[in-house]
């Protein structure tokens, strides 16, 4: 059974800096990689970023400005996005999912989800 659980979630002032983690379990790493997206409340889920497990190429969204980074330590079979650089305009939550096409940016390319972790960014 696969099961994704994200945290680190929560308020931060603007300008701040977070780093989610999504922990996994019953998945094959070689096949599934991970990705992570984001929905603010009235807003259609966006895509962050994804990584494949195994061979570690990442892709990111164009409109993310490079404030994103996403990692994944196999050993603990967790994947971590970091967050600099805050914007209020971040405050959505945050999901990890895992699914079979590399690089995927459409959730509907993604097999599995977490339950999410909110961040919320204050002025």
């Known amino acids: 059974q696969v099961k994704l659980v994200e945290s680190g979630g929560g308020l931060v002032q603007a300008g701040g800096s977070l780093r989610l983690s999504c922990a996994a379990s019953?998945?094959?790493?070689?096949?599934?990689?991970l990705g992570w997206f984001r929905q603010a409340p009235g807003k259609e889920r966006e895509f962050v970023a994804a990584?494949?497990?195994?061979?570690?190429?990442?892709h990111y969204a164009d409109s993310l400005e490079g404030r994103f980074s996403i990692s994944a330590d196999n050993a603990e079979s967790t994947s971590y996005l970091q967050i600099k650089s805050l914007k209020p305009e971040d405050t959505a939550f945050y999901y990890c999912?895992?699914?079979?096409?590399?690089?995927?940016?459409?959730?509907?390319?993604?097999?599995?989800w977490g339950q999410g972790t909110m961040v919320t960014v204050s002025s």
């Open positions: 999912a895992a699914g079979v096409v590399a690089g995927g940016r459409n959730p509907n390319e993604y097999t599995y």
């Open positions: 019953g998945i094959d790493f070689v096949r599934y990689n």
């Open positions: 990584i494949s497990w195994n061979r570690g190429n990442t």
